[in-house]
């Protein structure tokens, strides 16, 4: 993997449960490690749930090969969190593929 291609920076953020005082339990995301990545734009659909309209976005992130990322993470990018699909190594580049959607919350 050339350096010179990891031109995006990126923000990746693991899910943390906490449980108030009434015993309801929350998710909250926490930032866990920034990085850079080379994008790659995989196209998108136009849905409509609930009866809105919604541009659901598949992206791949190419990143090193030691970013701490699972699959249960969420990757910030220019304001949008993308939620990880797929995280596929290749150890002969010495990098990680990971593709996301846009997370509709």
Known sequence: MQAGLLKNP???????ITTNEYGEQATEWMKVYSTRARLIHNGGNRELPNGEV???????????????????????????????????PNSDQMKLIVRGEKVND
């Open 54 to 88: 919604y541009h659901n976005y598949m992206k791949t992130f190419e990143v090193r090969e030691y970013v701490p990322i699972s699959d249960f993470d969420r990757i910030l990018f220019e304001g949008q969190f993308y939620r990880v699909v797929d995280i596929e």
């Open 10 to 16: 990126i923000d990746i953020y693991a899910a943390v």
